[in-house]
């Protein structure tokens, strides 16, 4: 735990992790709003639930990138105010949404605000804290974000105790701005270093992909994590879906949210204090392989070949969180000691949107799946990806691939 918490010491840090948690307790204030919305209200089929996650990650693969290199080259504390507060602005009319393809543009938007805070967060990190603390500090950031799985949908589902849907969204853009305004604390001169040679925008863009070439061990860990999310993705849209089919209400499906992360605390909490003793790519091997074996009765459910109990239901997702823990923390380690530091944001970018692009084609075979075949197949086609990953991951030959520039030991 001493491990763990050491980054804590730097302000900087502390500020950042301060604002992370009104940032991310945004993405999931209003998640069971929008999915309860479609899903028990307006009645909506798996379509449509994919739809929702496309327009959620499509401005990651295509504005990501280029938000990258503008943020290297930019004022990381103003990029993390602004994308904050645009994206209070967005929430805000969510409220107004009149159906589908409204609310779909406005998700569009608000996305686009936030492919612009990630990558200047992950390259902020970095600039905060040396470099022996750069596991802990991603293991406490990742614990933020699955903290914010619990108490975003809880509070949320509360919420909607007392609010109508479209007040929901008032209280969610008020959270973002609560982030933007704390973010103004960070220091002054939080700058990425300064490049070696001038580039235009196109060129930067073009380097932060050329990254992944030149640092093999960089673009495996890219390739594990986009194909992880890629078979999480399969079934993700179909989730609520089958907690329909198994005749539990919208309030189980807000539970369960919650559960991944509870489970999401707990897997970076481990991963935080054995993460670089065991080797970034052994965990990721190890969440892959766990991942997909506990996926497999959430199939089996879906398939109705035998009953599931909440309690079961909601453990599995709890310890589907720690898989995802397991294998996002040591992806982003791997990222911060390996990228040149004055590329880091648009590295960061590049990789948010290959994985999201994974991410954005899965749940529309998931919904192919779960039309044609029933909702249990997305799980288990899901599982079986998942299974393979990781024992793909734990036989390559790591130690053929030279070090890093941080140093990081090769295998790991």
Request: charged share 10%; aromatic share 8%; glycine share 12%.
């Amino acid at each position: 735990m001493k491990r763990l918490l050491a980054p804590l010491r730097q302000p900087g840090l502390r500020r950042l992790l301060m604002a992370q948690i009104p940032a991310d307790l945004s993405d999931w204030l209003d998640f069971v709003a929008l999915f309860a919305l479609l899903a028990f209200a307006w009645g909506e089929g798996p379509e449509a639930l994919a739809l929702l996650f496309i327009g959620i990650g499509l401005p990651y693969v295509f504005v990501g990138p280029v938000a990258g290199a503008v943020i290297d080259r930019a004022d990381l504390r103003r990029a993390l105010v602004l994308s904050n507060a645009a994206r209070a602005a967005v929430t805000f009319a969510l409220a107004f949404a009149p159906n589908l393809p409204v609310l779909l543009l406005i998700v569009l938007l608000r996305s686009t605000a936030d492919a612009f805070f990630t990558p200047a967060k992950q390259a902020a990190i970095p600039v905060l804290v040396p470099d022996t603390g750069l596991t802990a500090a991603n293991a406490l950031s990742h614990m933020i974000n699955q903290a914010s799985k619990i108490a975003g949908p809880g509070l949320g589902g509360l919420l909607l105790l007392v609010l109508a849907p479209g007040q929901v969204f008032y209280v969610n853009a008020a959270v973002s701005a609560l982030a933007a305004g704390l973010l103004v604390g960070l220091p002054g001169d939080l700058r990425p270093p300064p490049p070696s040679k001038r580039e235009r925008l196109v060129g930067r863009v073009v380097q932060g992909v050329r990254t992944y070439r030149t640092y093999p061990r960089l673009a495996a860990a890219l390739g594990i994590m986009a194909t992880g999310f890629g078979c999480f993705a399969l079934y993700d849209a179909q989730i609520p879906l089958l907690t329909r089919s198994l005749g539990f209400d919208e309030t189980v499906f807000g539970v369960a949210i919650a559960a991944v992360g509870f489970g999401g605390v707990a897997g970076a909490l481990l991963v935080g204090g054995i993460g670089d003793r065991m080797g970034s790519f052994p965990v990721m091997g190890i969440g892959a392989i766990a991942g997909g074996l506990l996926t497999v009765p959430l199939g089996l459910a879906g398939a109705s070949l035998f009953g599931l109990p909440v309690l079961a239901f909601l453990l599995i997702f709890a310890a589907l969180g720690a898989a995802t823990a397991a294998m996002t923390v040591p992806y982003r380690t791997v990222l911060q000691r390996t990228a040149p530091p004055e590329a880091m944001a648009r590295v960061v970018a590049v990789g948010e949107g290959v994985s999201t692009a994974a991410m954005l084609i899965a749940p529309l075979g998931g919904a192919v799946l779960a039309l044609h075949f029933g909702v249990g197949t997305p799980f288990l086609a899901g599982a079986v990806g998942m299974v393979s990953l990781g024992t793909i991951t734990l036989a390559m030959p790591m130690r053929r691939w030279s070090p890093a520039p941080g140093g990081e030991d090769p295998t790991r």
